[in-house]
Each structure stands twice: as C-alpha cells, then as structure tokens.
C-alpha cells in the first residue's frame, strides 16, 4: 500500500510530539515531587558550640537553638530537650523546667530560659 510522505510525516510528527508532551508532564512531576520532599525533608538545628549560659547567678540559664529549613518552635525544642538531658546530667541536676521561649528572625532560632533544679 502506497502512502503519500507528507501523511507520513505528518502521523511520525503527531506520536513525536505526544511523546514530548509526555516527557514533559513526567518531568514536572518529577519536579515538583522533589521540590516538595526537599522542603518538607529539610529541617535542621544547631549550637554551634554554644552551650547553656547563666543569668545573673540563679538556675535559669540560656540556650540559643538556630534553625534552618522547616524547623520551626518543635523541632528546635525537640533539640533543646537533647541539650538539657545532657547539660543535666554532666552537672548532677534532677530536673529541669522550660521558664521561656522567644523566636528571633535574623538569625533565625528560638531563644529559651531553662531552670535547671537540684
């Protein structure tokens, strides 16, 4: 059967392009998958090397948690809990309460005031 060469580009060009638009769509999925796991999946705290500091001689001391990514005031707390159990044991403490917490844009973190108990 004889099949004129311009329908025949034309049905070659028709599937080429489908196969583009296809590609296409599963390459902005796949971005946007990976966009969101990267946001979702990022979340990070840090001391860098600070540790507790006293206020004015009492128990209260503080601690600056920094965070980055999507850690916002549970995670760091969740850091800050790590922090305490170990400040607390290095140093004989029984007990510890969180007195307050304040966020700070720039550098982002929160700020607490623990008072730590004999």
């Not at 392009?17 to 979702?40: D, P, T, Y």
């Not at 979340?43 to 601690?63: C, D, H, M, Q, V």
């Not at 809990?81 to 982002?108: C, G, N, Q, W």
Request: with cysteine; charged share 25%; glycine share 6%.
């Amino acid at each position: 059967m004889f099949m004129h060469p311009i329908l025949t580009f034309n049905r070659r060009d028709t599937r080429l392009e489908q196969r583009r638009w296809e590609n296409e769509k599963l390459f902005n999925v796949a971005l946007i998958i990976c966009s969101i796991a990267l946001f979702v999946g990022y979340a990070s705290t840090g001391t860098y090397g600070k540790s507790f500091e006293p206020i004015n001689g009492t128990n209260n001391y503080r601690l600056k948690i920094y965070t980055g990514g999507t850690a916002f005031n549970a995670v760091a707390t969740e850091h800050l809990m790590e922090e305490t159990e170990e400040y607390k044991a290095l140093h004989d403490y029984k007990s510890y309460k969180i007195i307050s917490s304040s966020y700070e844009v720039f550098p982002s973190g929160f700020e607490y005031v623990v008072q730590f108990e004999k």
